[in-house]
């Protein structure tokens, strides 16, 4: 029996191939050099073993496309456009050393790639920006490669309308992460127990997802993670072993998430935002040391706590605003801040208190908290920008501010009611290094009060 030339030495059974692409050994086994373009091909078609450049099937009337013998395309394989395709079988690919593209094929609902291995490039279904548009698009109902162990870019689903499951079932490194974003339909995200490494993860306008994946062994994230939009998702404890985020972390938009609780993260590279998650009433992060960028927790109107007593270090601002609910916030160990500090629209919110914190870089805003009474700042000597401290119904005190010494631009004390007005006043005259712009300091209680006291 002979056995038949290969493009380079096939891997071993099971495993990822690691050899770079040669163009000679591939032409040298009978291999098609250059682009393969399969318009008109129809059905089963013998194949070369592998393509030097990329493989296209574009705007073809065909509904089959069956390619035995070919395992490995030096360059894409971009599937777009075709109207009456519904099957394609790949089953000796073994590997791309370019993306996979499949992007608008109405009728596609079979990919069949049983022993592919790695991809090189990208990995996507659906346009590279999902717009509100009406379009045709793939028909996949589940999407399944069942030995894929390495994608060293980029993993995106994009507006796939009728997709309900998606499985990487072999996958041991997302390199270029995975986003997945408009599958209204989308139920269940499998990927390996033997996940090592992700890219980042990415999940927008997914209503019926109710769970997040299980991540492996991953707990260093190597990008982004933003889940938002997802109505139905309860929880986000597939993400408890991580540890670290290499770009920003966002939750938005989640109706039924109460608590985010992350025992093991302590480093955030960039942003840490969540917003408008209307149930969200605890977020817990008791070992995040340090966020790269800003934290913003904004329009959770049910959020009532918020602990991070580790942290002490925000590159940007920290800004909580519209949490009508928020009732503690524990900041107990925050030394640095790089930008604004804001305090914005809370109903139940009593006390602020900040022991460590020595300058603020930017602005102090608190405003419209109507039970805030109480401020501690016991270290606070800089304000870098200014304060405006406006509509604080129970504020009575600023003595929690007379360690400031240096405020740069400009004081704004207005409309707190119970807050006497020479003590605001007074507070000012406290200043080593005063604000150059001019100061408001107007409507709130009257002089005649605070002098009779």
């Known amino acids: 029996m002979v056995q038949a030339a290969t493009c380079s030495p096939p891997p071993p059974k099971g495993t990822a191939s690691t050899t770079v692409f040669d163009a000679e050994t591939c032409l040298r086994v009978g291999g098609k050099q250059g682009d ?104 996949l109902n589940s999407i399944n490669f069942p030995a894929l162990q390495k994608v060293l870019g980029k993993v995106s689903l994009i507006g796939q309308k009728r997709l309900q499951s998606f499985e990487l079932p072999a996958i041991s490194a997302l390199e270029g992460g995975l986003s997945i974003s408009a599958a209204p339909k989308l139920e269940s995200i499998k990927l390996s127990a033997q996940l090592q490494s992700l890219g980042g993860l990415q999940m927008d306008q997914l209503p019926v997802l109710t769970s997040l994946p299980a991540l492996g062994k991953v707990v260093e994230l190597d990008g982004p993670l933003s889940i938002s939009q997802a109505e ?64 913003e927790l904004l329009n959770n109107r049910s959020l009532q706590a918020v602990s991070m007593p580790k942290l002490t270090s925000v590159q940007k601002n920290y800004d909580l605003a519209a949490n009508y609910d928020l009732r503690s916030l524990d900041l107990s160990t925050l030394t640095t801040l790089g930008g604004d500090f804001g305090l914005v629209d809370t109903s139940a919110f009593a006390s602020l208190e900040l022991p460590l914190l020595s300058r603020i870089q930017n602005n ?47 004081y704004h004390i207005q409309d707190n009611p119970q807050l006497s007005q020479c003590e605001a006043q007074g507070m000012r005259q406290r200043l080593v290094h005063p604000p150059v712009w001019p100061d408001k300091i107007s409507g709130n209680k009257p002089d005649e009060a605070c002098a009779a006291q």
Do not use: M
């Open 36 to 139: 393969w373009v399969l318009d008109q091909v129809q059905g089963a078609t013998v194949a070369p073993q592998c393509v030097t450049g990329s493989v296209y099937l574009r705007q073809s009337g065909q509904e089959k496309l069956s390619l035995p013998g070919l395992r490995r395309i030096g360059g894409h394989l971009v599937v777009q456009s075709n109207v009456r395709l519904r099957t394609i079988q790949l089953p000796d690919l073994e590997r791309v050393d370019g993306g996979i593209y499949f992007e608008t094929n109405p009728t596609l609902t079979e990919v069949s790639t049983p022993v592919l291995r790695q991809i090189d490039g990208n990995l996507r279904f659906g346009p590279r920006e999902y717009t509100s548009l009406p379009r045709a698009d793939n028909a």
């Open 232 to 295: 139905k998702l309860t929880s986000i404890d597939s993400l408890l072993p991580l540890r670290e985020i290499s770009g920003s972390f966002r939750l938005e938009n989640l109706a039924r998430v109460a608590q985010v609780s992350l025992p093991n993260l302590h480093q955030i590279d960039e942003d840490l935002s969540f917003s408008d998650n209307d149930q969200l009433q605890k977020v817990e992060l008791l070992t995040l040391v340090a966020v790269g960028g800003a934290s």
């Open 364 to 410: 102090l805003v608190l405003k419209g908290n109507r039970s805030l009474k109480n401020l501690d700042f016991p270290k606070l000597e800089t304000v870098a920008g200014y304060i405006s401290i406006v509509e604080n119904a129970e504020l009575d005190s600023l003595k929690g501010l007379w360690p400031l010494k240096s405020l740069t631009l400009s």
